[in-house]
């Protein structure tokens, strides 16, 4: 009797079922925001999102001077989308609430977030780490996940459907990776969340997708082998897309 695996197809580059020009994956009504958004998964995301004719298109992050780099290249490639930069600390609750108001003043709602900034604290055991950087990964990881949840959720319109979408990582999901407490911990603790924001809004589709090794500067600080088989980066991009329509409905919650 064939296992599970025989009909599992595994992706390490995108597809054309997930193509996000085709039109029933268009943006082209949807507000999307992508914090992380300057560089590495979240700059590719945007760039799917615009391929997907986003309406708006909203990169926060901490540095104002990547994001108007990354602005600057998007808006060359697609002219028909919006782009906004905002640079934010997502751990400082006040400024993500000063946002996202911003933003429901100015384009009236989001339609779509991806929570794709994260932390990884210095590789290092237990004995070793300096807490206070261990530590930041659980205020961006898991606080700053949930500040810029939450004011989504209090500044959504009623009745609109939307679409949550945290980036998460392998490491949350299985084996035991010494040196790597506090990224494992606090990724876990997204997944969790991940679940527990979707029975309490089950308007709203929560997703946590794991990208995959995607080349980029928080993957070269990992310890991994030189033959580990990498994710292009325009799959998980393309994925966000594809996640945030309705074919996608059933994997509300889904982690």
């Not at 950087?133 to 205020?139: G, K, L």
């Not at 009623?158 to 679409?163: F, N, Q, R, S, W």
Request: aromatic fraction near 10%; charge should be negative; include cysteine.
């Amino acid at each position: 009797m064939p296992s599970a695996e025989t009909y599992v197809t595994y992706h390490r580059k995108t597809y054309p079922y997930i193509d996000p020009t085709q039109p029933k994956l268009s943006c082209a009504d949807k507000n999307v925001l992508v914090t992380g958004g300057g560089y590495g998964i979240g700059k590719g995301i945007a760039r799917s999102f615009a391929r997907a004719q986003a309406n708006n298109l909203i990169l926060v992050g901490r540095t104002r001077s990547i994001l108007e780099d990354t602005k600057r290249e998007l808006e060359a490639d697609f002219p028909a989308t919006t782009f906004h930069v905002f640079s934010a600390d997502i751990t400082n609750i006040a400024a993500v609430e000063d946002l996202f108001s911003s933003l429901i003043a100015s384009l009236g709602r989001i339609d779509v977030v991806i929570n794709n900034a994260a932390f990884l604290s210095t590789i290092s055991t237990l004995q070793e780490a300096n807490l206070k950087d261990w530590w930041r990964a659980f205020e961006v990881n898991v606080l700053g996940t949930a500040a810029v949840t939450q004011a989504f959720l209090r500044t959504k319109p009623e009745g609109l459907k939307a679409t949550v979408v945290n980036i998460n990582t392998s490491v949350a999901h299985y084996g035991v990776f010494p040196t790597y407490s506090s990224y494992t911990a606090s990724k876990m603790a997204a997944l969790r969340m991940t679940e527990c924001f979707q029975a309490e809004s089950p308007d709203v589709r929560f997703v946590s997708l794991q990208p995959g090794g995607v080349d980029t500067e928080m993957y070269a600080k990992f310890h991994m082998p030189e033959d580990y088989a990498m994710t292009d980066i325009q799959l998980p991009s393309d994925t966000c897309v594809w996640l945030a329509s309705e074919e996608a409905a059933f994997l509300a919650g889904r982690l």
